[in-house]
């Protein structure tokens, strides 16, 4: 499996954040629910897009839809949060997974738990042996464990997706930020507090599960503003890092975005809870005086809700 699937971190991220509101109501349709937007103004020769993803989903659910083809075939350039297009760059993400202070798990966690964990990759299918990853950052293992959520028999993600259409048209692909960068934003985070998040996850596994389904649901109902507002959720301890682990990045985006749009049209993929609410990048792109319009994108899946609940659990 392609190393670069460590992208699933942010979802992951997502299944934390609601962990603590799966019974948060669902609202009436909103007719403003897309993933695909057009940003134009402020003298823009063309449109840019934006477009929010999750990062693995099954295979049934990645139907991609004829108003997100419009927006790569206008688009003369695509940027993913990493240059999805550079094998160099997501190679490097096993170098950069390791924790910087030549710690191990077992020096962050309890002989029992430790034997825990150990026990969870032995009795699951997980990507890569436990013995292998005692040296890597705690979140990272949680990434790890966060695909086997999806049980479903195959997964792709939407960034690969976006870019075969891409490539149809030889389209450049770059990214916003760099494999480096986004694994030191987990340096900023205490490795103990990972490790005990990380444990905390297995013992919990079952309700993650449905976490992962309540997500994916969301996603599929592309109910942007409700994605980030589960972010207000958060527990107490994940809430002083919501800055270096979402709104920072968006408002460095929000500053990189510009530049490109006013070279050529761009669409830009990232992570769907990075598009709403009061900070997400629609709303900062607002205040610099763009236009933001809801795209069509109703045909984004076929898959109804039941079937994934049923493939997942």
Known sequence: MSIWKLLIFMSLLSVYLISEAQTKKIKPADPNNTLLWEVSGRGLKE???LYGT???VCEEDAKMSDGLKEAIHKSKQIYFELDMDNMEEMMSALKYARMTNGLKLSDLVSPDDYQ???NYFRENKVMFPFAMLSRFKP????AFISEGLLTCQKKVSIEQQIMAEAKQYDKEVNGLETMEFQASIFDSIPYEKQAQD???YVDSIDKYKKATVQMADMYRRQEINDMDSLTEEADPG???YMGVLLYDRNRRWADQIPEQMFQMSTLFA???GHLGGEKGLLALLKKQGFAVKPLDNTKFT???AAKVKAATL
């Open 47 to 49: 449109p840019s897009y």
């Open 54 to 56: 999750m990062h693995m």
């Open 116 to 118: 825990k964990l150990e």
């Open 139 to 142: 979140y990272f293992i949680s």
């Open 198 to 200: 990380l444990v905390m």
């Open 238 to 240: 994940m809430a002083q």
């Open 270 to 272: 990232v992570g769907a």
């Open 302 to 304: 076929t898959t109804p």
